[in-house]
């Protein structure tokens, strides 16, 4: 039984989608707006973790990810508070726990547009 029960937990994982800006078509984001990471999951799970940032120099920045609830096909926006906002490229990596099953993605983002004028 205990094998019938860890190969149905297994299969049960919770797939999760992670994505940066995903309203842009290219991953370039204004200085002045904030980051929206985006999470789809296939099934109802929690997930928390954080993001590790990388410049173009390697000089690294870290952000906690809190709770958050994923309800199964559903997409959540995640605005990002505290990301590095100087023009240049970014690599962000995302490492997070979705109901005791990691998740991981590396994804690159820009802050590279000028800020919007009024």
Do not use: C
């Not at 000089?59 to 559903?74: F, H, K």
């Not at 997070?96 to 993605?105: E, F, N, W």
Request: proline share 9%; hydrophobic share 45%; charged share 20%.
């Amino acid at each position: 039984m205990n094998a019938l029960a860890a190969t149905l937990f297994l299969f049960g994982a919770a797939t999760i989608d992670v994505a940066l800006a995903p309203d842009q078509p290219l991953p370039f984001v204004y200085v002045d707006d904030p980051l929206i990471l985006q999470l789809k999951s296939d099934a109802d799970v929690t997930v928390k973790g954080r993001i590790d940032f990388t410049d173009a120099e390697g000089d690294p920045a870290s952000l906690e990810i809190p709770a958050i609830e994923l309800r199964a096909n559903g997409t959540h926006w995640q605005p990002l508070e505290g990301v590095p906002t100087l023009k240049g490229r970014y690599n962000a990596h995302v490492a997070l726990d979705a109901g005791g099953s990691p998740v991981q993605a590396d994804l690159v983002f820009l802050p590279d547009r000028p800020a919007r004028q009024e």
